[in-house]
Structures are given as C-alpha cells and as structure tokens.
C-alpha cells in the first residue's frame, strides 16, 4: 500500500527560528494536507493543497505541492511557544477516500 | 460550535466488555471516517462512512462495528475488549467532493 516518509521525526529549536518539514511518497497523491494535533486533542488542519505546484500560506505557515505530486512541504517561519505539536502530513489519491498520514514531526520550541 | 464532537473523552474499561464511541458532526458533510492512534502517535483509517453507507473497512477485527443511523452520526461499538484495544479513536468527517477532512476531539480508550 501507499506510505508516507516524513521527516524529521522530531525537532528542538529555540524561538524565532524557521522550521521546515518535509513528507515524500512512493506514488502520487491528488491532495497533500497539513495536520497540527497539540496533546490531548485532534489534528486540527493548517493547510491543504490540491494542485501540483501549489504553494499556499497561513499566516507564518507555508506549505507546497510538489510538481511530481509525490511529495509535499511544510514551512513555519518565526517559531513561537504556542508552535509546540505533532505536524502529520496527509496525502490522499482520492476524493472522500480514507488519508494516509505520515508519521508526524514534534516540534519541540524553547524559549 | 463544535463541528466534530466525540463522546466519551475518556473511557477506561475491563477486558471483555463491550463498549461504545459516538460520533456526531454539525459540518453537513456527507462523509465520516473512524481513525486508530497508537501509542506511537501513528494514525489509521479503520472505516468510512458515506450518507450512512459503508465504503472503506480496513483490516480491523470484526469485533469493531461502525453503525450509522444518519449521515451526521458514526458510532463505533467494540465487542469483547482486548488489551491491544487501548490507543486514542478519532472521529473524523469530511465533503465527498473534497479529501479535507476534520477531526474531533478524540476519545481515549484504555482496557485493563
């Protein structure tokens, strides 16, 4: 079945550094989307992307599609606190079919 | 609003006993989706639901029955609880016409 590589798997950074993420496919997926989940809650979703190339903003976040459709980014500038979280990437080569999630990214930040 | 709630937040129980998550969504979406987080954090689909209609079931033990009663309810019922049952079960829905999906809350199960 398809599977997610996502990396880092996890990352300790000081406050107002930038961040990057990354999730790689072995096929190709229609839509990439980008998951926060804080302890004790569920993902909450930062950014989707539906369109080879599509690069797309969310206040400090940035998040793209690669060109290949196998592969996405995610970009957090000017890390704060409140950053702290598991990040899953999410890919899916259907509409209304079930997301694989990649294996997520704690982001731990100091202050 | 809470857009996906799920009920319990928590439930903790013995082995052996039958158990039940409810799921309701306020979003009008036509899709609903039960995933399975592991202690290791990793997310899997177990079913999906669509207008109260079954149309993914992965390999989950035919102890978890999803039951729909209308397209914005998914319960999940667990027969016969095993210790490997414990992990965090999210409800998730979402619009057939997109892949975007939201998540409730969650519900943590532990079996002892």
């Known amino acids: 079945g398809q599977q997610l590589n996502q990396s880092p798997q996890s990352m300790f950074i000081q406050e107002g550094e930038d961040v990057s993420m990354n999730c790689t496919s072995s096929s190709i997926f229609n839509t990439w989307l980008w998951y926060k989940q804080d302890p004790g809650e569920g993902p909450v979703l930062l950014i989707a992307?539906?369109?080879?190339?599509e690069l797309t903003s969310n206040g400090r976040l940035t998040a793209q599609f690669g060109i290949t459709r196998k592969d996405s980014f995610l970009n957090i500038s000017a890390s704060i606190p409140s950053d702290v979280g598991i990040y899953f990437c999410a890919g899916a080569n259907q509409a209304g079919t079930a997301l694989i999630f990649g294996k997520g990214t704690t982001l731990s930040v100091s202050s | 609003d809470t857009a996906v709630s799920q009920t319990p937040k928590y439930l903790v129980t013995q082995m052996g006993n039958d158990k039940s998550i409810k799921c309701e969504q306020n979003?009008?979406?036509?899709?609903m989706y039960w995933y399975k987080q592991d202690s290791k954090k990793f997310l899997k689909i177990m079913f999906s639901?669509?207008?109260?209609?079954?149309?993914i079931n992965e390999t989950v033990p035919n102890r978890f029955s999803p039951k729909s009663p209308d397209k914005a309810h998914l319960n999940l019922h667990i027969n016969s609880l095993e210790l490997g049952d414990s992990a965090v079960y999210f409800c998730?829905?979402?619009?057939?016409?997109?892949?975007?999906?939201?998540f409730g809350p969650g519900t943590r199960l532990t079996v002892l």
């Open positions: 639901y669509n207008n109260k209609e079954l149309i």
């Open positions: 979003l009008g979406h036509d899709t």
């Open positions: 992307l539906y369109k080879a190339g």
């Open positions: 998730a829905s979402s619009q057939v016409a997109t892949d975007t999906q939201y």
